[in-house]
Every structure is written in structure tokens, then in C-alpha cells.
């Protein structure tokens, strides 16, 4: 009786003091254990913004206290996903990650369920991602002017993939043509993956993808890049031109990733996030990471976010018009 009562004298101080050892790691469990933030990617996983998501969410959630859960929600251009966020509530709780996709959709979708910049808090723009104006080497062009020149010597002759009607790619395309006033048939695919392999077999002759994506393609010789579709050059292609220095001045088109909350949060609450979601940008594992995806990190603040959407619904409604894109 002895030994059983000195053993679980024995049990109960061992007990406390591992409490009072792991006390800082006790609270750091409690905090985790705290309601997670529902941070969701309109888009599939596996996609470019799901790998920034995902790459976001860790470090992410130990600057904010509590964890951030990814939560794909893809189909119809990301209008689902994106439903789910403005209706979402105005707390914090729930966040999205979307692309530009987000100020296309309003102009290629006739009866979309939202608006898209009423609707949303804007909390900052993560960063861009550049495209590049590639060809299939049998095309022969080595510049943007010997491109331009070749497809003005054959209208209508040569065409352009791009991942589908009313994405990214397809209007990078529509607005080098409008820019270049040179006349090149659209070929959209569904997806990215497809249009390039057709464009490696040379099925497609030219068009637009991520630097990221192609670069591979390019060091290889499988494909040829033109020029890039930025304002500035890219450190991933330092010798490869900007169209806007290569014979289209005004030529300026990448994609990008924001975060964003349905309308009517707190501004104290958006501006504390920005700070986390800035801190964590800064992070060296992520700007490894984001690097790795060809982001170019911008992290702008909420007030420069508001502009920045405006902008972009009025370039995109341009280009969208042009195109004559429509999907419903």
C-alpha cells in the first residue's frame, strides 16, 4: 500500500513538473487550438495560386496565432471560390487568395453573383507573376519586330494558344495582337498543360505562359522566348527584352495574386493583417518558395490595393472587349 501511494506521489510530481517545464508550449498548443482561418483558392489544387497558398499558410498562421487552413474551392473561372468569400463573414475568419482571373470574370461572365470590387476588402496584392511571349522554334523569329514583321506578311495564318477563353493567357495574347496590329488566330485549350504541348509539337506557333512554367522549356531549346510581357525585365530571362522595349511601347500585362476578405471588414482588422501577411512576405523560406514560383513580391498595402483592382477592371474590360471573350 505503501509502495502504491509513494508511486503515485512519484506520477503526480513527475506530472506537474512537466506541466511547468512545457508551460510556454502548453500556451502555444492553446493558441493553436484557437477557431482556424479559412484562407480559399478558387482554383484546384496543384494550381500556381494553390502552391502559394499552401506555401503562405504555415507561416502565416504563427504570425497570426491560430492556423490557416487552405481550402480549394475550384470550378467556372474561380466564381464559386470567390462566392464563398464575400459571403463569408467580416471577422477575419475567412480570407481568399485569388488572381486575375478575379477582374476578368466580371466582363466573360454575364450573370456573375458578385461585384467584384464592391464586394470584397482588398488586403494587399501578394505579388505578380510575369508572362513570356514564346514561340515554337520552326517559327524562326528571333525578335519581337521579326515576329511582328512574319505575322504581318501572313494574316491570319499562324495562331496562339492559351489555357481557355477569358484566361490570363488568352488576353496577354489578345493584346499583343491589338498592340502589334497584326491578325493571329486564338486557340484556347482547357488548361495550361495541353496548349503546351501542342505548342512544343508546334501545333500552336506562339503565345503566352508563366516565366516559371516555361523556363525549363526555354534553357532546353524546346521553345523560344520573344520578350516578356512586363514593364521591367525579369531576373529569371535578364537577356530577354520587355515588348515594351522591343517595338510595342505601351505594352504592359502579368498576372498577379492578392488576398482579400468580403466587403465590410474593420479597418483596423485589415490593416493588422496586412502587417502579418507583410511580416510573413518577408520571411526568407517564403521568398524562397515565392521565387521558386516566379512570384515577384510586391505586398501592397490595403489603400494601394483599392486602386490597383480599380485599374485592372478597367484595363481588363478593355482587352475583354476587344477579344469579344464571353462564356455564358
Keep these: 500500500m505503501r509502495t502504491s501511494l509513494f508511486r503515485q506521489a512519484c506520477n503526480a510530481l513527475a506530472a506537474l513538473t512537466t506541466l511547468a517545464l512545457l508551460g510556454g508550449q502548453a500556451v502555444s498548443v492553446s493558441a493553436q487550438e484557437a477557431t482556424p482561418v479559412r484562407l480559399i483558392v478558387p482554383t484546384q489544387p496543384g494550381s500556381q495560386a494553390d502552391a502559394v497558398a499552401r506555401a503562405l499558410s504555415q507561416p502565416l498562421g504563427k504570425q497570426l496565432g491560430q492556423s490557416v487552413v487552405v481550402e480549394n474551392i475550384a470550378g467556372a473561372g474561380g466564381v464559386p471560390g470567390t462566392q464563398q468569400i464575400v459571403r463569408a463573414p467580416k471577422d477575419g475568419s475567412t480570407l481568399g487568395l485569388i488572381s486575375s482571373n478575379h477582374v476578368i470574370n466580371p466582363f466573360i461572365y454575364k ?7 464592391k464586394d470584397i476588402t482588398p488586403i494587399t496584392v501578394i505579388g505578380t507573376l510575369p508572362l513570356v511571349l514564346v514561340v515554337n522554334p520552326a517559327v524562326g523569329a528571333q525578335t519581337t519586330k521579326e515576329l511582328i514583321a512574319l505575322l504581318k506578311s501572313k494574316p491570319g495564318e499562324l ?13 496577354a495574347g489578345q493584346l499583343f495582337a491589338s498592340e502589334a496590329k497584326v491578325d493571329i488566330r486564338h486557340v484556347p485549350y482547357k488548361g495550361a498543360g495541353n496548349y503546351t504541348t501542342d505548342l512544343i509539337g508546334g501545333q500552336v506557333q506562339m503565345g503566352f505562359l508563366t516565366v516559371q512554367a516555361v523556363l525549363p522549356l526555354i534553357k532546353a531549346g524546346k521553345l523560344k522566348a520573344i520578350a516578356v510581357s512586363t514593364a521591367q ?5 535578364p537577356d530577354v527584352p520587355t515588348l515594351a522595349e522591343s517595338g510595342v511601347p505601351h505594352y504592359s500585362f502579368d498576372a498577379w495574386l492578392a488576398i482579400v476578405g468580403p466587403a465590410g471588414m474593420p479597418k483596423q482588422g485589415v490593416h493588422d493583417l496586412q502587417s502579418k501577411i507583410k511580416a510573413t512576405l518577408q520571411e526568407r523560406d517564403v521568398q524562397e518558395h515565392l521565387a521558386a514560383q516566379g512570384v515577384v513580391v510586391t505586398a501592397t498595402g490595403a489603400d494601394a490595393a483599392v ?3 480599380r485599374n485592372e477592371l478597367d484595363k481588363h474590360a478593355r482587352i475583354v472587349k476587344q477579344a469579344g471573350a464571353t462564356l455564358n
Design 233 to 237: 525585365r525579369v531576373p529569371a530571362l
Design 111 to 117: 450573370n456573375l453573383p458578385y461585384d467584384a470590387l
Design 159 to 171: 495562331n496562339y494558344g492559351s489555357s481557355g477563353n477569358g484566361t490570363v493567357l488568352h488576353l
Design 307 to 309: 486602386p490597383f483592382f
